[in-house]
């Protein structure tokens, strides 16, 4: 394991050292939960300073306070949302590319059917329509988000159910189960540990995008899209409500999305020593 | 040629019924309906458009018999009223489409315009310094949250430079004439400029990595053996490999593009169809929900069968079965 973090680009070595930091951040962030809920209305709309160095919200809480408390939401929802989506995604990608044929033929037309529609309609629609909760919302990113998953694993599936090992296999008589759990899953883990990487990032992206148009987590649980929801209201008055929420979130997806660059570099392109 | 055709127009049909299923399980999921269950969700629905939703879909049919009921409409092309100004759901459609189209269509036409050369730029010498640089932005665009983008144009060029409008469609006295389509095209500067830094990033990346990988091909070397010009062999024999990928990727550009003018529409208050989408998602206007819902996805698959088509016809080994898509 360490000479497998040896082998990564530094940019994903400093990436992975940034999530492991956050998540860190959201184990301490009960710390912050009293100060984030405190409303001051004599300290409104204040511009970033010393007391408060991400500034105040419309209720003058704290947004740094706010910024950090809200970490632990934004980083569960969408790793748990993104396991979801790649567990639909490889059960039907793996089941399509191992038995081929008419099975393939099938689940192939399913996943066109779920690429064909936009995202965030059907996201929108399942958020809005099944009572808030946290399930809503992971279940909505995972039944929505899953086809990119199922692509990517039935490409990978049929290209080793055909590599020696499986073939092997087969031959001397191995059960379907077994080849499965045994060669095919093991073999294509490292390329889906890089898709559940990118995943993350997008499943956060995905919430904070419920969240700022309001049909994602229920009051009092609030994520960074819900800290941003306000914004547009001050957009003249209070940058800093855009900016701080924003740049949190944007640092997070984008630390995910680089550790997932390195570990595809070093796994998929990197020959498949991993 | 004509065999290929045959068999992808034939795949779509399963498709086009699966389209059609997911958006009427949409349906079964909506409040108010007997699939959604629950008294909280029953209660946000008055009596006379829970009536209506029974007499328009039939609900108190089974459900084979409410699919064909429905599917029969949609096939006359008969998209119902809406729930809530009671005008026909295509003419709502209609009234929104050239907003959302005037911002897709730039957006899409800004994002390859200078995707391509970005790409290929960086593809043509890998490692160096202009596929480092544009790697890094565009690791960054890829990155960006459309809404946070959004807010942070707003703030600069509306609020503090004041060079553009913060939100809307047209002035309130809206000029005519050139001025008015001068108008026009600064409130669409920053929703476009939103729409299309995502697409740009994928496609650059795609782009940059199908051009670095065909420089070393044989065929290149070989334009390059007979002496062909470095730009020449990148331009005429490493780009047009490289594209086969983009063009079958640009069907599925459509449906990012709509996901995205879902948020764009909303921040910048401009009447397209994701508002509509999304104003009807929260007035539980129903039978626009569906209609946008299936209206998308056909033209995806439209878009994504021409795709794959034009694929087909600019290259023998897709038509052959040898490589392509699935």
Redesign the interface.
Known sequence: MRLFAARLPASARVAGAVVVLLWILAACSPLFAERARAIRLDERLQAPSWTHPFGTDDLGRDLLARVVAATPISLAIGLVAAGVSLGIGFAVGATAGYFGGAVD??L???I???????????L???A????PSPATVIAAIGFTTWAGDARYARAEVLKIRELDYARAARAMGASTPRILARHLLPNALPPLIVSAAFGV?WAI?AE??LS??G?GLPAPAVSWGGI?SS??NW??EA?WM??FP??A??LT??AY??LA?GLRAVTVEGGRSA | MIGYAARRLL?AV??LF??A??VFV?LH???GTPG?G?A??ARRMSGKAAAEMRRLYGLDRPLPEQFGLWIGRVARLDLGESFVDHRPVSERIREALPYTLALNGLALAFALALAIPIGVAAGARPEGAFDRASAAVL??L???????AA??L??LFA??LRWLP?YGAVSDAAPTGWAGLADRLAHLALPVTCLTYGTLAFVARLVRSGVAEARTSDYVLAARARGASARRAIWGHAFPNALLPVITLTG?LL??L???S??VE??FARPGLGRL??DS??ARDYPV?LA??LL???V??AA?LLADLALAAADPRVRDGAVGP?
């Open positions: 033929l099938m192939s037309r399913l066109e059917v779920m690429l064909c529609f936009p995202v965030l309609f059907l929108l629609a399942l809005a329509f099944l009572p990032g992206l904070a995008a700022f148009l049909v941003l914004a547009p957009i003249v940058w855009a900016l924003g740049l979130l944007f997806v984008a999305n680089l660059e | 795949l399963p498709t699966g389209i299923v997911v949409l999921l909506a409040p959604a629950g909280d969700s690791f960054a890829y990155s960006l949250p459309t809404f946070w807010l942070l707003q703030t609020v503090q913060l599925l449906p990012a709509l996901s995205g879902v948020i909303r921040i989408y999304f998602i929260l929900v946008l819902s998308s996805a056909v995806t698959l994504t699935e």
